[in-house]
């Protein structure tokens, strides 16, 4: 318009107009017309859309020449027009591309793409900047498309199709653009001067050539969209490519421009991808294996020596990593690299690990947003852990001893306050340290690759990393009980002493115990060797009592003689580091105890306990039957006959009461240390000792008793896992008296403490008073605890514990309807009950189960229909509670095929048998009416919703054929809905739903009636069919679709016929209108009589 402004509503009639445009059949003479004479580039790009649109819709219509036509204009076009905008040439670019992969199957196509690369190969001799870069982006365009990647266009093809193409096009001109791109690469390296841009684009079409997967494509398409960006793709060509792939000139042509080009950012990324995808090449195209040793001890030899041991920045450290890693992680390439090569690479990557672990300092302390060299530490130290525990049969550890040791120091140095500063000498005093207890995520968790991989190292050189780790650990804790009992002492930096200690345990825990196998923790073997070739002298005894003494007396008892024993020659220094550990145990609970409380981090306190589960689990009364040598001075120690092991199981209880008690307030601690009493008491020879400690039964009686008990200061979450640990305690006890006992004193008070909420007073009391309502949660949440500690021999005794519980909160869900915390904490309860036991529960108890659940739908039902919330989080609570009876219903259904419950009692002709479809079907009818279209959002809730109706269907279709109308309606009419919304996994599970319904009622002839199943299958053939046209179709369901569809029909074949005519009778277009219908009788042609009986 005249003002140069575009309204809404013109922006809209255009928009209408190109989309429009793009429908109109052969569009090619305009849109040519539309490129030469239109100025406007937007213009253009919708010129070139149409063209591509047309291609791939009309490409069986259009005959030889005018593809020929088409693809030399667009190719001229392309070349000569130097004001092109990119994003109108990449679109151009895209169009000649898929003209070339439809015609690559033709021999006329395959000599178009011979002749179109010989015309590259001859324009790339010209100077032009423009023609050097409109070459590499058609190239790389023809590369998109033949890969089969997400740049690849959709052009309608069958994936046989897809599969031809790739082949015909692997089979000779991708080696000829490979040709081309290195030919630009060394006029690039004999040249810097070349155009820094010309380089950049053919380095990443070499990229992109070395990263071709010339793997087979997998008969079934991919999911639309799945991408697995980690997978590293490994370069396999075959024996023709050896004269431009496996010679050393490759090599160095791609080493000695990375040494030019290293400090561009840019380029040194994409040149250390092209050697990193140059490292991985297969023996397929080299004549003989030792040629592949030979070129692979040449390419990290020249490697080495071209990194020079220098690093220019971050983009360099990481790509350097990450060849690093290619080489030794994932290729595996050390066994097949000459001797004396594979040291001085190992040299090296000692070198560029400790580079940068201390630069990722730096990253640390300077907040830095991109931290490349963190990155590259993650990497190179997931290097170390492969050479060390993979590589060890291809040489000896002890020739790369030394490396392994600078390595080892380089980190404890980098997780030090006194390294960190040498580092970083910038900052100082309490800024020197990030505060520990700010974390977002526990290092522990956040830096568990590099722990696992240092703890490797550190068992490779054990004579030299336990007594230094000994040493520094003891120094810290010399140091702490320095700082506590001189009242805080100002010249000790108490920030920096915190992250050491915390540090230390992490490095230490991590040499000490490997990474855990939950069903059989083992003690490393590297610790069994050491420990065995130690002597058992009166070090080793002395070093024993010193142990028993912590577990026994205060810290202030252990002076600086006893401290001696430590530095002696010869001692084990995992029975050091054992004492090491108990002693700041001891330290850490008597200040807790006194007024410098506010002394200890929380953090530390939570990295301790890290430790104590650990060391516990795989020390602590080990499973000794599991070895097939065992050290014996560990099994003196700490074995089931030892009397220090006895000891530390004690020492541990009291460490646990004592933290329940001192560090309620921190919930993090809390939570690990309910779970070392997990730990404690998961093995049976520990749960005997610990069932034997006063302190478990004052744990129980504090757990369950009144409300003045500091352990009813924890969360919910806590008091419920701390219910569980105690419950699954008394599972644990052989002694059917004590067990009894034990439960009894848990139990009983909490049972009481539940009836008490029930009486009249306390609940009209509670509609006011918060506190009272949150203290109802906390009880449920304990009985929840206590049925997820259910085993296959507690549960007859917790069920019948629990049933009465059940019943009562029928009634309490009743009175809090409009309380979510409430609602929430009783659902839970049935969730957990159901999932914990039902697979042990006999049919009377069953019956009883699937009675009170009906109760609980039912009674929340009635509470929920109609209910109007104004509070913000409505929806969200109102998710919370259907997800959760939605999981109540999935775990029901498990009884069907998980059930364990051993000798059957009959129920009594006079009960009521319910199965698991009748809840089932009763449960969805109740909630039907509350699930909206807002719910339905919720991805969770709407699958989990999804899964329940398909195993309806799936599992009882008879049972929709059944029951009454109102009850099948719901699910039929959510079927209908799933088959075009919610995404494909639900649309599948939609699909596969129908299949088993139309395929129950064909084989039972049920179209022979007129019910309400009949009419849902015949409703859903019109669904299925405009899903099958629908633009977005996804193609991974393709399979799901053609067997939905086709038992659709042959239950009604007829209602196929009559929308097919309705849908051709739509079509417009007479030409398009026969081709549809010369489809579609291909299809399913007119004299066959369809039938289910594929055979």
């Keep these: ?283 397929d195209v080299f004549p003989n294996p030792q040629l592949r040793v030979h070129y692979l001890t040449y390419l990290v030899a020249s490697l080495v020596k071209a990194r020079g041991r220098k690093i220019c920045h971050g983009n360099e450290a990481q790509g350097l990593a990450e ?62 852990y492969s050479i060390v525990n993979e590589d060890t049969e291809n040489f000896n550890l002890s020739r790369i001893s030394q490396d392994i040791i600078v390595v080892f120091e380089c980190y404890l140095k980098c997780h030090l306050s006194d390294g960190r500063k040498s580092i970083y000498p910038i900052l100082t005093g309490d800024n020197a340290e990030i505060e520990i207890d700010e974390l977002e ?82 003690i490393p073997s590297p610790i069994l060797r050491y420990s065995d070739n130690l002597s058992r002298s009166d070090n080793y005894a002395n070093l024993v009592k010193l142990i028993s003494h912590i577990c026994c007396n205060n810290s202030r008892t252990i002076d600086d003689n006893m401290l001696q024993l430590l530095h002696l020659e010869g001692i084990d220094h995992v029975l050091a580091i054992t004492f090491l550990m108990l002693f700041i145990v001891r330290i850490e609970e008597e200040t807790l105890q006194s007024s410098s409380a506010d002394s200890l981090s929380p953090q530390v306190g939570k990295t301790i306990l890290w430790f104590l589960i650990r060391w516990c689990r795989v020390y602590l009364l080990p499973r000794e039957e599991c070895y097939d040598h065992i050290s014996l001075s560990l099994v003196l120690t700490f074995g089931r006959d030892s009397d220090l092991g006895a000891q530390i199981t004690k020492f541990f209880m009291g460490k646990v009461l004592s933290n329940l008690t001192l560090w309620n307030a921190e919930n993090d601690v809390v939570m690990e240390t309910i779970e070392l009493l997990s730990t404690l008491v998961d093995n049976k020879a520990r749960c005997h000792i610990a069932v034997s400690c006063e302190d478990l039964w004052n744990l129980a009686v504090q757990q369950a008793g009144n409300s003045n008990s500091s352990l009813r200061k924890l969360s919910g979450t806590a008091q419920k896992m701390l219910a569980k640990a105690l419950v699954k305690t008394g599972s644990c006890i052989d002694d059917n008296d004590a067990r009894d006992r034990f439960w009894s004193t848990l139990l009983g008070p909490l049972k009481n403490r539940f009836l008490a909420a029930l009486l009249e007073p306390v609940l009209a009391k509670m509609m006011e008073d918060s506190a009272l309502r949150n203290e109802l949660c906390i009880t449920i949440d304990c009985c929840s605890g206590v049925a997820l500690a259910s085993t296959s021999s507690s549960v007859p005794a917790l069920f ?180 075009n919304r919610f995404g494909s996994e639900v649309n599948k599970m939609a699909l596969e739903s129908v299949t088993a319904l139309a395929t129950y009622a064909y084989e039972r002839k049920c179209n022979t009636e007129r019910n309400n199943l009949m009419i849902g299958i015949e409703g859903f053939m019109k669904s299925i069919l405009d899903l099958l046209f629908s633009e977005d179709f996804e193609v991974d369901l393709l399979q799901s679709t053609s067997e939905a569809l086709f038992c659709v029909i042959c239950c009604y074949p007829d209602a196929y016929k009559n929308l097919v005519g309705n849908f051709l009778l739509a079509q417009s277009n007479a030409e398009l209108r026969n081709y549809l219908a010369e489809c579609f009788n291909k299809l399913i042609p007119p004299t066959l009589t369809m039938h289910m009986d594929r055979s």
């Excluded at 690759?449 to 650990?473: C, E, H, M, N, V």
């Excluded at 930096?493 to 069903?519: F, K, R, Y």
């Excluded at 009743?814 to 659902?827: A, H, M, R």
Aim: hydrophobic fraction near 40%.
């Design 800 to 979: 019948s514990y629990l049933l009465s519980i059940l019943k009562d909160c029928i009634q309490l869900l009743q009175k809090f309807s409009n309380v979510p915390d409430i609602v929430e904490s009783i659902l839970e309860l049935f969730v957990n009950v159901v999932k914990s036991q039902i697979a042990y529960l006999n049919k009377i108890s069953t019956n009883e189960l699937f009675k009170i659940c009906l109760a609980l739908m039912q009674t929340y039902t009635k509470c929920n229909v109609g209910k109007v919330s104004d509070t913000v989080y409505a929806e969200e609570e109102k998710y919370m509670e259907l997800y959760l009876i939605l999981r109540l219903l999935s775990h029901v259904t498990s009884k069907d095929y998980l059930d364990f419950s051993g000798n059957e009692a009959n129920i009594g002709q006079d009960g009521e048998i319910i199965s698991v479809i009748d809840v089932l079907l009763c449960g969805l009818n109740f909630l039907v009416p509350l699930m909206t279209d807002n719910l339905l959002k919720f991805p969770d809730l709407c699958l989990e919703y999804f899964k329940l109706i398909s195993f309806q269907c799936e599992c009882y279709p008879e049972k929709i054929n059944e029951i009454p109308q109102n009850l099948s309606n719901p699910v039929l009419v959510s079927l209908n809905i799933a088959l």
């Design 323 to 384: 060849v690093f890693n290619r080489i030794i992680t994932v290729d595996k390439l050390l066994k097949h690299i000459q001797d004396e090569t594979v040291l001085a690479f190992i040299g090296d990557l000692s070198h560029l690990t400790c580079t940068c672990l201390e630069n990722a300092v730096k990253e640390e302390m300077e907040s830095m947003d991109e931290t490349f060299f963190t990155y590259a530490a993650d990497q190179l130290l997931e290097c170390w």
């Design 441 to 522: 995520e526990d290092d522990s968790i956040a830096c568990s690759g590099q722990l696992l991989s240092i703890g490797a190292l550190g068992r490779s050189i054990l004579p030299r990393s336990l007594p230094l780790l000994s040493q520094l650990l003891e120094t810290r804790i010399i140091t702490l009980r320095r700082y506590i009992s001189n009242r805080l002492s100002a010249t000790i930096d108490h920030n920096a002493l915190m992250d050491d200690i915390h540090w230390l345990i992490l490095i230490v825990g991590s040499v000490l115990v490997d990474e855990i196998d939950p069903e059989l923790p083992l």
């Design 1 to 283: 318009n005249s003002s140069g402004q575009v309204s809404s509503e013109e922006y809209r009639m255009a928009e209408e107009i190109f989309l429009s445009f793009r429908r109109v059949k052969q569009p090619y003479p305009i849109c040519k017309y539309m490129l030469e004479n239109s100025s406007n580039a937007y213009v253009h790009f919708q010129a070139v859309s149409a063209i591509k649109e047309a291609i791939v819709r009309e490409w069986k219509l259009t005959n030889e020449n005018d593809k020929k036509s088409l693809q030399e204009f667009l190719l001229n076009y392309v070349m000569g027009q130097s004001g092109c905008q990119d994003f109108v040439r990449e679109q151009i670019l895209s169009c000649i591309a898929i003209i070339l992969k439809r015609s690559i199957v033709t021999e006329s196509g395959i000599k178009d793409l011979d002749n179109l690369l010989s015309n590259i190969y001859q324009m790339i001799n010209s100077n032009s900047k423009k023609v050097h870069l409109d070459s590499c982006s058609l190239m790389a365009s023809i590369l998109d498309e033949f890969s089969v990647n997400p740049k690849s266009s959709r052009i309608s093809v069958s994936w046989e199709f897809h599969i031809k193409a790739k082949k015909k096009f692997e089979s000779e001109p991708l080696k000829k653009i490979c040709i081309i791109a290195f030919e630009i690469l060394q006029r690039c390296n004999r040249n810097l001067n070349q155009d820094i841009k010309v380089m950049e684009k053919y380095l990443e079409l070499a990229e992109q050539i070395l990263t071709w997967n010339f793997n087979e494509l997998s008969p079934n398409r991919p999911k639309s969209g799945h991408v697995d960006s980690g997978k590293l793709i490994a370069f396999r060509p075959g024996r023709n490519w050896d004269d431009i792939i496996s010679n050393q000139s490759t090599i160095d042509l791609f080493l000695e421009l990375y040494q030019k080009v290293r400090h561009e950012s840019r380029l040194c990324h994409l040149m250390l991808l092209c050697i990193s995808q140059l490292t991985s090449i297969s023996n």
